[in-house]
């Protein structure tokens, strides 16, 4: 089992920044792929951004350009930075991380952005 503890998220406004952070712990040694996806009101959970034990990312088109994923290996921890934020952009963030061919959740953090 991968317990998985999401810390950052808030209120903020139009055009500001925030960075999520997720922490990794338990059976957290072979962890592939670790990332962020997030749900708005009525609407199916979405791609942000992942990143792999080896550095590869993906990014949703929505957050290209806005946002990087980051990661540290030895600590088991990921990093989402996001700039610009968009009202759009409110939702709850759910921490992902793939061992073996499972995939670990996290209980999610709230991302609110004012107009």
């Known amino acids: 089992q991968v317990q998985l503890v999401e810390s950052g998220g808030g209120l903020v406004q139009a055009g500001g920044s925030l960075r999520l952070s997720c922490a990794a712990s338990?059976?957290?040694?072979?962890?592939?792929?670790m990332g962020w996806f997030r749900q708005a009101p009525g609407k199916q959970r979405e791609l942000v951004a992942t990143?792999?034990?080896?550095?590869?990312?993906n990014y949703a088109d929505s957050m290209k350009g806005r946002s990087t994923i980051s990661r540290d290996n030895a600590k088991n921890t990921v990093l989402l930075q996001m700039n610009s934020l968009k009202p759009e952009d409110t939702a709850v963030y759910y921490c992902?991380?793939?061992?073996?061919?499972?995939?670990?959740w996290g209980k999610g953090t709230l991302v609110t952005v004012s107009s």
């Open positions: 338990g059976s957290s040694s072979s962890i592939n792929r």
């Open positions: 992902l991380a793939s061992r073996y061919g499972l995939d670990y």
């Open positions: 990143i792999t034990s080896g550095g590869s990312t």
